[in-house]
């Protein structure tokens, strides 16, 4: 009975997995799919990455700079339109791009007087425009959740570590269960 047992736990430790991530990118194939309303299953996906590139190399082109800073400062200045787009801007240059902001993972004590730390992401080190000296801003993801809280805490409790932000990310995301490829490195 106890090796049927493992192996249902063994079957389960596999099949989860592959049918959750299988079942997201489905999903997405069919979400994208409907979006763009073609026939054809995989199609809208395909456009979708054909069309990203072709937007990226107009946007950047010397000749069609000036519309697309065009378009975006119209973004900027609508008010309910400015904040939304902001924001969204701002995250996803925070994840890709020349100005990431979750590259530098750190090691956080929560107070002085406890052993207890926690791992985030240095995301400003300045925050002379809030007026909080010797402070900086440490993103703490959250396990199992696509959300985190943003601290300020005074600078001698941030420790930076020397490990790959990817998978800093992804053991805090996993809520420690995955392991770290690489060894913590206090600089």
């Known amino acids: 009975m106890k090796r049927i047992?493992?192996?249902?736990?063994q079957g389960i430790l596999f099949i989860v997995p592959l049918f959750v991530t299988l079942y997201?990118?489905?999903f997405l194939f069919?979400?994208?799919d409907s979006l763009i309303g073609l026939p054809v299953p995989g199609t809208g996906v395909l456009l979708t990455l054909v069309t990203i590139p072709v937007v990226g190399f107009v946007a950047s082109n010397f000749l069609t700079s000036k519309l697309t800073r065009g378009i975006e400062a119209m973004f900027v200045?609508?008010?309910?339109?400015?904040m939304v787009y902001?924001?969204?801007?701002d995250l996803i240059h925070a994840f890709v791009g020349d100005q990431k902001r979750f590259?530098?993972?750190v090691l956080v004590a929560l107070s002085e007087n406890t052993s207890i730390r926690v791992l985030g992401?240095?995301?400003?080190?300045?925050l002379a425009a809030l007026a909080i000296e010797d402070c900086v801003a440490v993103y703490l993801p959250q396990s199992y959740n696509f959300a985190g809280n943003l601290l300020l805490v005074p600078s001698r409790n941030v420790v930076p570590l020397n490990l790959d932000s990817g998978e800093v990310m992804k053991f805090i995301v996993a809520g420690g269960v995955t392991s770290l490829t690489g060894k913590m490195v206090f600089k």
């Open 30 to 32: 069919v979400k994208v």
């Open 121 to 126: 992401f240095l995301t400003n080190d300045d």
């Open 86 to 89: 902001s924001a969204i801007r």
């Open 24 to 26: 997201v990118v489905y």
């Open 77 to 82: 200045r609508l008010p309910l339109v400015k």
């Open 5 to 9: 047992s493992r192996y249902f736990i």
């Open 103 to 105: 590259n530098r993972p």
